[in-house]
């Protein structure tokens, strides 16, 4: 009686007797996909639940400057296997700032809807390496290396890039960056040598994005809610249902993510370490 009782909870808390459901997933923050931090895995599982409570129109909210190639590449896939296998509707909403690898991830929607001055662009990929050489010397700590290969420390805090070193990270950085190309020209049907005119890491207002095709509308998270309700062709008002991933206990007690805690105390030198990034260099 209980589990009937809880079922039927189930269906009126999330709208399952109508077909006007939009599911809200929200991606905040920096995008990364480890065991501390596992972004992107979280995003996969919220699309899991749109699926099993099946939603077929969401709303991703985006407010991210970016993050790691993998992370933002492992939720772009997982939206585009939402559309095609599970014939998910979606429509990207743009935040406050949904820059480099959160625009990757929202070109992948069938439409995006951005405020005004949203700040979005920085279309690119960085690698950065703080060299601590000159550091270590006065402090008295030097070091000592063996190694398998010539380039296995090529990202060496205790040294400087050779010309040769260069060279490698360079194309690591080119294969990439014709992969974030490629994904924008495709979705926003775009040509590439345009896309290129303007995917030189500079970032605009979302006004701007529009004019350069990489927005369909200027408008709000409502307005977000309001297309997506009439891609899916709904006749009454949409039930939005918040999918986002729950937050962790250090953020409902903070009100912030644990990257913003550790990027506001200065403690985030750690995940700098993480060498490609789609994202803008703070």
């Known amino acids: 009686m209980i589990k009937k009782i809880k079922a039927g909870y189930e269906k009126i808390k999330y709208g ?11 991606i905040e923050g920096i995008i990364l996909d480890t065991g501390t931090f596992p972004v992107a895995s979280k995003i996969i599982e919220s699309f899991k639940t749109a ?16 993050g790691t190639v993998g992370a933002s590449q492992e939720i772009y896939r997982e939206i585009k296997r939402a559309q095609e296998q599970d014939k998910v509707k979606i429509t990207a909403s743009l935040g406050d700032l949904a820059a480099s690898g959160g625009l990757y991830v929202a070109v992948a929607a069938d439409k995006i809807v951005s405020n005004p001055g949203t700040v979005t662009g920085s279309i690119g990929v960085i ?25 296995k420390d090529i990202l060496s805090q205790t040294k400087y890039l050779s010309r040769e070193e260069k060279e490698i990270l360079q194309g690591l950085i080119d294969s990439t960056y014709e992969q974030f190309i490629s994904e ?7 040509d590439r040598e345009e896309v290129k005119k303007f995917a030189d890491g500079r ?12 927005v369909d509308e200027i408008g709000s998270m409502s307005d977000a809610v309001d297309l997506a309700a009439k891609l899916a062709k709904m006749k009454e008002k949409p039930i939005t249902i918040d999918l986002s991933p729950k937050k962790t206990f250090l953020q409902k007690v903070t009100g912030g993510s644990v990257m913003e805690i550790l990027e506001n105390a200065g403690l985030n030198a750690f995940y700098k370490r993480v060498p490609l990034w789609l994202m803008p260099d703070f």
């Open 127 to 151: 690698i950065k390496i703080n060299v601590l050489k000159t550091l270590y010397k006065k402090i008295g700590i030097d070091n000592q290396i063996v190694k398998s290969g010539q380039y």
């Open 184 to 190: 924008i020209s495709r979705n926003r049907k775009i």
């Open 203 to 214: 970032i605009f207002s979302g006004t701007r994005a529009k004019e350069l095709g990489l």
């Open 51 to 66: 699926k099993k409570l099946g939603v077929k129109n969401i709303v991703l909210r985006i407010n991210s400057p970016g």
């Open 16 to 26: 399952l007797l109508s077909d006007n459901r939009v599911g809200i997933i929200k």
